[in-house]
């Protein structure tokens, strides 16, 4: 395939960070819109394929759900991308730029009736559902009186609502107050709202109750019906949720922030630190299983290999400067769930700084392991403060890199972790950053004894 030079230019300034990209012919038509972990991976990944394997367009049997980017690739003439935060952000742009401009090779071929709603029900305590078009359907239609089209787009390539007469049948008997939709894939809906949920707690089930509700056991739900949460607190986590799938985080935050200075201003310091808590969650909004889905069921060209997303966790280990190490752990999800990758493992002897200083260790480690061909993180978690995550910032700007990094070290009280982060950090669980930062510790401590073990042989 001809690329021209401007289409080329792109390529190579588009960045590495989450967000939605737009293809359009040389008639400025939409032809589709997808979304991206890494622009520049994904993107430039469409124009590597071999052309001799291309796809006659008029090939009735080739499946449109099975994305055949060899079947328009040639008459992509421009590139449109707009970065996001997070991938989970990404995500709703996407589905939202989709459902407004409906690209040809976005829609033909799917089946309306497998799209998805994200309902909020008319209740003192809102839950939120997810609906096929088909189960919608089944909703009275004196429920959807209130709902004016910007709030319940109907999408041309979907039939009007039309329930069926009588009701007497109806299998789903809620009241909506807002619907969110049509989302494609209902897993990747299901994930993202697995991820909000974390951040703004719902209760989902019919049941006003929360007797032997395992959700309230672990966090999910607030316990609106056991008296956990005021319906004025309850509220604004609805409304949280709303305003994410809105695409309004950065509204959202504003108004968190000023709510936690309030709080703080008359000294509600548990209500300011919950508020504290949740802005940072919320600014780290960890969407690795989004990410990961997304991985394994977008198809790639046939000469592009699918991404593996990849965490690498540092430590540094000595005894007053003697003996100083330093550790590299990878877990990958290169066998479908993030998890250890030992043959990947490296561990480092400290050669230039002297005495017990960590922070320069580990810039020496990072400094040392970017000077190695090996496969690039998506994630680096340091064990250690602001500090660490200060100086490995310069050794990644030397090397022209633009790499999330989370430092993670035990706070004060020593029951939780504090963190501090740089750039756009995905998704990843606290038992996951646990383990990776345990996992650099205890590689970091064997190689130390070992090394210290050798020295007093000596």
């Known amino acids: 395939m001809q690329m021209s030079s401007k289409l080329a230019q792109k390529l190579k300034k588009l960045p590495t960070s989450p967000g939605v990209y737009i293809f359009r012919n040389n008639a400025g038509v939409i032809l589709y819109v997808g979304k991206a972990t890494s622009l520049k991976d994904r993107v430039s990944s469409y124009f590597q394929f071999n052309t001799n394997t291309r796809i006659d367009a008029n090939d009735a049997n080739m499946r449109m759900g099975e994305r055949p980017i060899e079947m328009f690739i040639d008459q992509v003439v421009d590139i449109e991308v707009r970065k996001t935060e ?44 997810i609906l096929r078009k088909t189960e919608l359907l089944k909703v009275p239609i004196s429920n959807f009186q209130f709902l004016n089209k910007t709030q319940f787009p109907i999408p041309k390539f979907s039939n009007e609502l039309n329930p069926p ?5 109806l299998k789903l008997k809620i009241e909506p107050d807002r619907v969110f939709g049509p989302y494609i894939s209902k897993k ?26 395992l959700d309230f056991q672990i966090g999910l739900c607030p316990g609106p019906y056991a008296g956990a949460i005021s319906k004025e607190d309850y509220a604004k986590n609805i409304r949280g ?24 201003e008359k000294q509600e310091f548990e209500r300011a630190g919950k508020v504290r808590n949740a802005i940072f969650a919320l600014q780290h909004i960890a969407d690795i299983a989004l990410v990961s889905y997304s991985m394994k069921h977008e198809t790639y060209n046939k000469n592009a290999n699918s991404k593996i997303f990849r965490v690498e966790g540092y430590d540094i280990s000595n005894i007053s400067g003697r003996s100083s190490v330093g550790s590299m752990v990878v877990f990958d999800n290169s066998q479908g769930e993030l998890t250890e990758n030992k043959s990947q493992y490296r561990k480092f002897k400290i050669k230039t700084i002297e005495g017990a200083n960590d922070t320069a260790s580990m810039a020496e480690v990072l400094g040392r392991r970017f000077g190695n061909s090996w496969p690039k993180p998506d994630l680096i978690i340091l064990d250690g403060g602001q500090g660490h995550l200060t100086a490995v910032r310069r050794v990644l700007k ?16 020593r029951k939780k972790l504090d963190r501090y982060a740089f750039g756009s950090v995905p998704e990843i669980s606290d038992e996951i950053i646990e383990r990776v930062r345990d996992e650099a510790h205890r590689f970091a401590i064997t190689y130390h004894k070992k090394l210290r073990g050798k020295d007093f042989m000596k």
């Not at 007469?165 to 049948?169: L, P, V, W």
């Not at 949720?241 to 108004?255: C, H, P, Q, R, W």
């Not at 030397?398 to 009280?413: D, Q, R, W």
Request: contains cysteine; glycine residues 6%.
């Open 398 to 413: 030397n090397f022209h890199l633009e790499i999330p990094l989370l430092a993670v070290a035990k706070g004060p009280a």
């Open 188 to 213: 990747n809906i299901e994930i993202a709202l697995k991820i909000l949920r974390k951040i703004s707690p719902y209760h989902s089930k019919a049941q006003k109750t929360e007797k032997g509700c």
């Open 241 to 264: 949720i709303k305003m994410i799938l809105e695409g309004k985080k950065k509204t959202l935050l504003a108004k968190m922030k000023k709510e936690m200075s309030a709080y703080s």
């Open 165 to 169: 007469a009588g009701g007497e049948n």
């Open 86 to 129: 997070t991938v989970l952000e990404a995500y709703i742009l996407e589905q939202d730029l989709i459902k407004k401009w409906q690209p040809k090779f976005n829609v033909d071929g799917k089946d309306d009736k497998s799209f998805c709603y994200v309902v909020i029900t008319k209740e003192l305590f809102p839950r939120i559902v």
